[in-house]
């Protein structure tokens, strides 16, 4: 058996497809690094089922599938083909050429071909187990291949010693087979358990006969019992259907007198509540009127508490006015008297003026502060001046002000007093309205009293034919059950 060619589409950095055709003797592949030369061995090795994504140097499975470049697109679907010469009958299948497929697509779906048939995986390692091929085998060799062909430890060497002499496959039918007898050994478990149940449901069943029997039996006695009390039931409920026809007679000549007086006191009960109503409205209208009444009252003492407070405000305000006033009298006497001053202060400078000026020449500077502030003091006088005007025109207007509401006050205090008279004519109003609310509760609550006799008769009356319907209707179902009763002995 001989490799003879590969073929890789979209694996790693073969976008396009490749064919490598191995030829008599030894193949090398020479190139610099990152020219490819590794993804051909991780192609071989992933075509014979290699499932460690990890070994082929990458993080997952997808990576194997070109992922695109600057001038290229990536490529959703890979593809790598094993071509095996099989003219000396090493593999045990009836081709002279075998080949090996596997695709994966960026989607996850992966699967294996063999001759452009679909088998799977373990078909294929079955097929090359013993040939030295498959993921586990010596086919590509690794750097940390060779650490374990030459390391001191038995076991590490093993596994490669085994898969090249060819026991690889009996070692893992080997494996297979425990498995299955283990989970032949699960099953016979999980049998026996299934029949230990079955066995304590039949047990369980026998029970349920032996009382359904029981049950049977019982069930016959109990209609035997049941029937000999069903004919003494009969025939005390004949002897009471004989007592209960008696009284019926009895009854059914008093219930029309009986109908009468409640027709009667039925008339006598609408009467009285009509005259309790035409009361009842009277006194509503009465206390509509009083509602009113005390309305209006409320209104006025809410106007009145209004108009105290407005005059409590002018007050205030009349007060903080006089106040401005002394403050402004205060500074008007301040600033006669800085006026006073200044002219004082002027003399002494146009004295001192004239006594200085044969010293002008020396003194110059001297003169010009002392205008300066003759300035400043006029400005200053100027200033007051107009604040005394301002607080004079603000006095005339809350004087004006104050008329108002001394005028308003007076309004005020008349319409309080009108209102009072008022107030005084709706309380004799509301007293003679109480007085006749009075004498119309006395009606009414006679009325009342009447009413409430004629419907205590009424009541008794009504519950006296509710009684007498009761008890018919209890003859009558009595009468029915022991006709079924009957019907059902006679049957």
Same mark, same amino acid.
């Given at each position: 058996?001989?490799?003879?060619?590969?073929?890789?589409?979209?694996?790693?950095?073969?976008?396009?497809?490749?064919?490598?055709?191995?030829?008599?003797?030894?193949?090398? *592949?020479?190139?610099?690094?990152?020219?490819?030369?590794?993804? *051909?061995?991780?192609?071989?090795?992933?075509?014979?089922?290699?499932?460690?994504?990890?070994?082929?140097?990458?993080?997952?499975?997808?990576?194997?599938?070109?992922?695109?470049?600057?001038?290229?697109?990536?490529?959703?679907?890979? @593809?790598?083909?094993?071509?095996?010469?099989?003219?000396?009958?090493?593999?045990?299948?009836?081709?002279?050429?075998?080949?090996?497929?596997?695709?994966?697509?960026?989607?996850?779906? +992966?699967?294996?071909?063999?001759?452009?048939?679909?088998?799977?995986?373990?078909?294929?390692?079955?097929?090359?187990?013993?040939?030295?091929?498959?993921?586990?085998? =010596?086919?590509?060799?690794?750097?940390?291949?060779?650490?374990?062909?030459?390391?001191?430890?038995?076991?590490?060497?093993?596994?490669?010693?085994?898969?090249?002499?060819?026991?690889?496959?009996?070692?893992?039918?080997?494996?297979?087979?425990?498995?299955?007898?283990?989970?032949?050994?699960?099953?016979?478990?999980?049998?026996?358990?299934?029949?230990?149940?079955?066995?304590?449901?039949?047990?369980?069943?026998?029970?349920?006969?032996?009382?359904?029997?029981?049950?049977?039996?019982?069930?016959?006695?109990?209609?035997?019992?049941?029937?000999?009390?069903?004919?003494?039931?009969?025939?005390?409920?004949?002897?009471?259907?004989?007592?209960?026809?008696?009284?019926?007679?009895?009854?059914? $000549?008093?219930?029309? &007198?009986?109908?009468?007086?409640?027709?009667?006191?039925?008339?006598?009960?609408?009467?009285?509540?009509?005259?309790?109503?035409?009361?009842?409205?009277?006194?509503? =209208?009465?206390?509509?009127?009083?509602?009113?009444?005390?309305?209006?009252? +409320?209104?006025?003492?809410?106007?009145?508490?209004?108009?105290?407070?407005?005059?409590?405000?002018?007050?205030?305000?009349? &007060?903080?006015?006089?106040?401005?006033?002394?403050? $402004?009298?205060?500074?008007? /006497?301040?600033?006669?008297?800085?006026?006073?001053?200044?002219? $004082?202060?002027?003399?002494?400078?146009?004295? @001192?003026?004239?006594?200085?000026?044969?010293?002008? $020449?020396?003194?110059?500077?001297?003169?010009?502060?002392?205008?300066?502030?003759?300035?400043?003091?006029?400005?200053?006088?100027?200033?007051?001046?107009?604040?005394? /005007?301002?607080?004079?025109?603000?006095?005339?207007?809350?004087?004006?002000?104050?008329?108002?509401?001394?005028?308003?006050?007076?309004?005020?205090? @008349?319409?309080?007093?009108? @209102?009072?008279?008022?107030?005084?004519?709706?309380?004799?109003?509301?007293?003679?309205?109480?007085?006749?609310?009075?004498?119309?509760? =006395?009606?009414?609550?006679?009325?009342?009293?009447?009413?409430?006799?004629?419907?205590?008769?009424?009541?008794?009356?009504?519950?006296?034919?509710?009684?007498?319907?009761?008890?018919?209707?209890?003859?009558?179902?009595?009468?029915?059950?022991?006709?079924?009763?009957?019907?059902?002995?006679?049957?």
């Amino acid at each position: 058996m001989k490799l003879t060619k590969l073929e890789l589409s979209g694996f790693k950095s073969f976008a396009d497809t490749v064919s490598l055709s191995f030829e008599e003797g030894v193949t090398a *592949i020479v190139g610099p690094n990152g020219c490819g030369k590794s993804n *051909i061995s991780d192609a071989v090795r992933w075509v014979l089922g290699e499932q460690s994504a990890r070994l082929l140097r990458g993080g997952k499975m997808e990576d194997v599938i070109f992922q695109g470049s600057t001038n290229r697109r990536p490529i959703n679907v890979t @593809e790598v083909s094993l071509y095996l010469d099989n003219t000396d009958r090493l593999l045990p299948i009836d081709y002279l050429e075998v080949v090996v497929t596997r695709r994966l697509s960026r989607s996850g779906y +992966s699967e294996y071909l063999l001759n452009n048939l679909p088998v799977r995986l373990r078909d294929i390692q079955d097929l090359l187990r013993g040939t030295g091929l498959g993921s586990e085998a =010596g086919v590509v060799i690794e750097a940390k291949m060779i650490d374990l062909l030459l390391s001191d430890r038995a076991d590490e060497r093993r596994s490669l010693f085994e898969e090249a002499a060819g026991i690889g496959l009996y070692r893992d039918r080997k494996h297979s087979t425990e498995r299955r007898l283990e989970e032949t050994g699960q099953d016979l478990q999980r049998l026996e358990d299934l029949i230990a149940e079955v066995q304590s449901q039949i047990r369980s069943l026998a029970r349920q006969r032996g009382k359904a029997e029981r049950h049977a039996k019982l069930m016959e006695e109990k209609f035997s019992v049941q029937l000999t009390l069903a004919r003494r039931l009969l025939d005390e409920l004949d002897e009471q259907a004989s007592g209960m026809h008696a009284r019926h007679g009895e009854l059914s $000549t008093h219930v029309p &007198a009986t109908r009468t007086r409640l027709a009667e006191q039925a008339e006598h009960q609408e009467l009285r509540a009509r005259a309790r109503e035409a009361a009842e409205a009277h006194r509503a =209208g009465m206390t509509r009127q009083l509602a009113e009444v005390q309305v209006a009252l +409320s209104n006025l003492a809410g106007d009145l508490a209004v108009a105290e407070e407005r005059i409590a405000n002018a007050s205030i305000r009349r &007060a903080r006015g006089e106040d401005e006033l002394l403050q $402004t009298d205060l500074r008007i /006497h301040q600033a006669h008297h800085e006026q006073a001053a200044a002219l $004082t202060e002027r003399e002494e400078s146009e004295a @001192e003026h004239g006594r200085i000026q044969g010293e002008l $020449t020396g003194r110059s500077t001297v003169e010009e502060e002392v205008r300066q502030r003759l300035a400043a003091q006029r400005s200053v006088v100027r200033q007051m001046e107009e604040e005394v /005007h301002q607080q004079a025109q603000h006095l005339r207007a809350l004087e004006g002000e104050r008329t108002s509401l001394e005028s308003e006050l007076a309004s005020l205090r @008349e319409r309080a007093t009108q @209102e009072e008279t008022h107030k005084a004519t709706l309380q004799l109003e509301h007293a003679h309205a109480d007085n006749r609310a009075a004498e119309t509760a =006395g009606v009414a609550e006679q009325r009342t009293q009447i009413s409430q006799q004629a419907t205590l008769e009424s009541e008794r009356a009504r519950h006296l034919v509710a009684e007498l319907r009761e008890r018919e209707a209890t003859e009558r179902a009595e009468r029915r059950h022991a006709e079924e009763s009957l019907a059902q002995v006679s049957a």
